[in-house]
């Protein structure tokens, strides 16, 4: 099953770097020399582009995430080969008998076959669902921290502007390897620490009452 990420806005980023010199010290009894104009401030004017996909799959806590959801959906994907082999046996088995087999039994594999699909096709929309469901959940957490680390990546770099090109639909007809920073930034995701949890995330549940409430009587 293909794995579905959100595609992240474009990032400006407009940071202003300040240019600071040193003054030459003077004697007491000459008189303070003229004010030095300040240097004009630096307009961030790079650009760069970067995979958000690639680089979330590739850090370390993509990695370890991946792994995770293998693990949880294996039986849910397993069970669905099997049921796979199953219609797949069904039907070799009315193939192979076209000839000898009456028509009741042919009818009735048939109608075998039907159901077995109809199941199948549900079970496997149902897991593709939990599946990007928990897939968006992940890359949303993992997206957070991302963010934070290009933002700082990108402000600190003088970046202007930094451009996602995962997605087929981003209209990037081309761009040079010098300008790509998905490696730079799976490395600083590695070594940032772990993004806090928002609030609520943290908030325990709510208490359930002592004592269920008193049903009316007829």
């Not at 293998?70 to 008998?97: N, R, V, Y």
């Not at 928990?134 to 202007?160: C, F, H, P």
């Not at 772990?194 to 004592?211: C, D, E, G, L, V």
């Amino acid at each position: 099953m293909k794995s579905k990420f959100a595609i992240l806005p474009l990032l400006g980023v407009g940071a202003v770097l300040l240019a600071s010199g040193l003054s030459a010290q003077t004697p007491a009894s000459a008189a303070p020399a003229p004010a030095t104009p300040s240097a004009p401030a630096v307009v961030p004017s790079k650009v760069g582009v970067i995979n958000i996909q690639e680089a979330l799959i590739n850090t370390k806590d993509g990695q370890k995430a991946a792994g995770e959801l293998k693990t949880k959906f294996a039986p849910k994907q397993s069970e669905i080969e099997k049921k796979q082999a199953d219609i797949s046996g069904l039907q070799q088995q009315l193939s192979k008998g076209a000839n000898t087999m009456s028509e009741d039994a042919k009818q009735k594999i048939m109608r075998d076959i039907d159901q077995k699909n109809v199941l199948l096709k549900r079970d496997t929309e149902d897991a593709t669902a939990d599946l990007e469901q928990e897939q968006q959940r992940i890359m949303g957490d993992l997206g957070a921290k991302m963010i934070s680390v290009l933002n700082k990546y990108a402000t600190e770099n003088g970046y202007a502007l930094v451009i996602d090109i995962s997605s087929q639909q981003t209209p990037v007809l081309f761009a040079s390897n010098t300008i790509d920073i998905t490696r730079e930034i799976i490395v600083l995701y590695d070594k940032a620490p772990p993004q806090a949890a928002p609030p609520s995330a943290s908030r325990p549940p709510a208490a359930r009452p002592a004592t269920p409430p008193a049903v009316p009587k007829k």
